[in-house]
C-alpha cells in the first residue's frame, strides 16, 4: 500500500468543517461519522481535530480521493 500523500501547506490538525470540504461532505456527515467512530478524531481544546496524515490514510483504504485545495 502506497503511504497517505498530504501536499505541503495542509494544516496538520484539520477541523470538522475542514474534513467536510476536503471530502465535499456536508459538515453534519463528517460530525457523525467522527461521533460513532468511523472516522479518527481527536479532542483537544473542546474541538475535534484529525491529523491530515489520518484523513489521508482513511481516504486511501476506502479508495477516496481528497479535494486538498480546498484547505490551503
Do not use: C, H, K
Amino acid at each position: 500500500m502506497t503511504p497517505p500523500f498530504v501536499p505541503s501547506g495542509v494544516p496538520q490538525g484539520l477541523t470538522t468543517g475542514q474534513v467536510a470540504r476536503v471530502i465535499r461532505m456536508d459538515e453534519r456527515t463528517v460530525r457523525t461519522w467522527a461521533e460513532n467512530g468511523t472516522l479518527p478524531f481527536r479532542w483537544i481544546g473542546g474541538r475535534r481535530y484529525i491529523t491530515a496524515w489520518e484523513l489521508a490514510r482513511w481516504l486511501g483504504v476506502r479508495g477516496w480521493r481528497g479535494d486538498w485545495q480546498a484547505v490551503l
